[in-house]
């Protein structure tokens, strides 16, 4: 039985969500009916390590998405996949115009947010006029969903909502030697934020909150870095919080989670937040900002964690007391998030739509 061919399409492998899921994918497809490629415009990022070697990276050495289209679409010509997945948003946008050019070739895009929040620049929402030439688009949450049908006229029939997995194996492995971070003081409740210092994670509003908290024994660890790092460090002296650590990234973030008395999502809006979903594998209780991205889809109300309005800093800051005193089933934590967020039930859930786009 002949194999079919997939190439993946990503910027790089660098840390971050969609290059996650796309390596997980990747790896575990059944060799008996895939043969997978990953194309990247540039061959760099802490997941190379992780995939396996039976992979084939393609790697087109480009800089900017812009100037990759015409080598991506070379390659797509030369080596005639059956299923083109193209995993990150800018490159789904640009790649849908030409999608009509590979007739004999599936097109498959996984968006990574919610577009009319994430999504800003004229030129690239003007691609979302071909986005219907995609066979299938998948969906990570249903405000995804609503957002691409409502506000792009995508026919509801192209999208497929598959949630993210948690790769539970890969996370206890990284557990096996965790220690308390040197960082965690006794005596003391250590709550953890983990995201790119962005304004789309909201730390400036999470900082907010914890100016009014600056007289308990709580320390804010907050792991990442980005553009904001500087404006971030700023606020943080101006508004005196002394109990606030920036680790910036961290090899594993994992032993903050597992340690944690509590993870803080503070952000604007997610696509379906990986962070989320770990922090709950880590058997971590959870307060996430209402926002759009799957986050009522993730928390089970005080099973897993709860959601509240961060803008409200001071209803915000007494959720985070109340939640402190109280003690929650680590146990149950993790069952909530495997029951529905494992590795094998989404990875099927993948396999199935890529087995269906070319019988």
Do not use: W
Request: glycine letters at 6%.
């Amino acid at each position: 039985m002949k194999k079919i061919s997939v190439i993946f399409i990503l910027p790089d492998l660098e840390t971050g969500g969609a290059e996650r899921i796309v390596t997980t994918i990747a790896n575990h497809l059944s060799r008996d009916r895939f043969e997978p490629k990953i194309l990247l415009l540039r061959k760099q990022g802490g997941y190379l390590k992780f995939l396996n070697r039976d992979v084939e990276i393609i790697d087109i050495n480009t800089e900017r998405i812009r100037h990759s289209l015409k080598p991506i679409l070379r390659e797509i010509y030369c080596r005639k996949p059956d299923i083109v997945f193209s995993g990150f948003g800018e490159v789904n946008a640009y790649l849908s115009l030409f999608i009509k050019l590979f007739p004999k070739t599936k097109f498959i895009a996984r968006e990574t947010n919610v577009v009319t929040r994430h999504v800003t620049r004229k030129e690239i929402k003007f691609f979302y006029n071909f986005y219907n030439n995609y066979d299938k688009i998948i969906a990570q949450s249903d405000d995804m969903m609503r957002d691409l049908i409502r506000n792009f006229s995508i026919k509801s029939n192209k999208i497929v909502k598959i949630n993210n997995p948690v790769d539970f194996d890969f996370i206890e492995s990284k557990l096996a030697s965790a220690q308390k971070p040197e960082s965690f003081k006794l005596n003391y409740k250590n709550v953890v934020a983990i995201g790119n210092l962005s304004a789309r994670k909201g730390f400036d509003n999470l900082l907010k909150v914890f100016s009014r908290l600056k007289n308990e024994n709580i320390l804010l660890h907050i792991l990442g870095d980005g553009k904001d790092r500087e404006m971030l460090h700023q606020m943080k002296d101006f508004l005196g919080l002394e109990h606030v650590i920036f680790h910036g990234r961290q090899e594993n973030p994992y032993e903050f989670l597992k340690y944690a008395d509590l993870f803080i999502l503070s952000s604007r809006y997610e696509g379906f937040p990986n962070v989320l979903l770990e922090a709950g594998a880590c058997g971590t209780y959870s307060l996430a900002n209402n926002c759009p991205g799957g986050i009522n889809e993730i928390i089970q109300n005080e099973t897993n964690g709860e959601v509240s309005d961060i803008e409200n800093y001071e209803d915000f800051s007494q959720k985070i007391l109340k939640i402190l005193h109280k003690n929650h089933d680590e146990d149950l934590i993790k069952s909530s998030i495997k029951s529905r967020f494992s590795k094998n039930i989404i990875l099927d859930a993948y396999e199935k739509v890529l087995l269906s786009m070319v019988k």
